[in-house]
């Protein structure tokens, strides 16, 4: 398997409508796995074909419990109901997420790998991942559907990382190891006792 290059904003490819795929051929097996090897590296819960640049109407989803992906071509929402807000980022936005109006709960058809019709009903980060998909193989992002025009942040994760080690280091300096062993309350004193 390999994993493919991704595309990123604004490459044309992530504005355009993906192709209904007529005949599930064998050789569009090796794309689908490439497709999900991509996703995997990525560490992305989905990814649909215009993100690897393919126009092919094909996406892949797998949310962080489940242990099989699911191959979705073909995939329609069929039907949405209600409506939240939640938080959303996208492997070809990399750096920010988003608030965005998503479904409370969705239908979805699309056909397996085996040319069967799949269909779901979903609500949750399965909806979520289900619209957010749909939506690239339509040629939209999920920057289409934020909440307000700033609910689109950057995220600086390196930054933030840096900060909480620094803390740590600032705690450890404020509360030395007290290695005496005279106090009662001492952490672990109880450990100690029992090991005794
Ligand atoms: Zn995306």
């Given at each position: 398997m390999t994993v493919l290059d991704m595309r990123f904003v604004p490459d044309p490819i992530l504005r355009r409508q993906a192709r209904k795929i007529g005949k599930v051929l064998p050789r569009m097996k090796k794309f689908i796995d490439d497709m999900i090897e991509t996703m995997h590296a990525?560490?992305?819960?989905?990814?649909?074909?215009?993100?690897?640049?393919?126009?092919?109407?094909?996406?892949?989803?797998?949310?962080?419990?489940?242990?099989?992906?699911?191959?979705?071509?073909?995939?329609?929402?069929?039907?949405q109901e209600g409506e939240r807000e939640v938080e959303e980022g996208c492997l070809s936005i990399p750096g920010y997420r988003g608030m965005v109006k998503r479904s409370v709960s969705v239908r979805a058809r699309a056909i397996g790998l085996d040319g069967k019709i799949i269909?779901?009903?979903?609500?949750?980060?399965?909806?979520?991942?289900?619209?957010?998909?749909?939506?690239?193989?339509?040629?939209?992002?999920?920057?289409?559907?934020?909440?307000?025009?700033?609910?689109?942040?950057?995220?600086?994760?390196?930054?933030?990382?840096?900060?909480?080690?620094?803390?740590?280091?600032?705690?450890?300096?404020?509360?030395?190891?007290?290695?005496?062993?005279?106090?009662?309350?001492?952490?672990?004193?109880?450990?100690?006792?029992k090991a005794k």
């Open positions: 990525e560490m992305g819960v989905g990814l649909a074909a215009n993100q690897v640049g393919s126009l092919q109407k094909v996406a892949v989803i797998q949310l962080p419990d489940w242990e099989e992906p699911l191959i979705l071509i073909n995939p329609e929402i069929t039907r269909r779901i009903k979903a609500d949750g980060l399965l909806a979520q991942a289900l619209e957010h998909e749909t939506g690239h193989l339509k040629g939209q992002l999920y920057i289409d559907h934020l909440v307000t025009p700033d609910s689109l942040y950057k995220i600086t994760h390196t930054a933030e990382d840096d900060s909480e080690a620094e803390d740590e280091a600032e705690a450890t300096e404020a509360n030395p190891p007290d290695d005496t062993g005279s106090s009662p309350d001492r952490p672990g004193s109880s450990l100690e006792d």
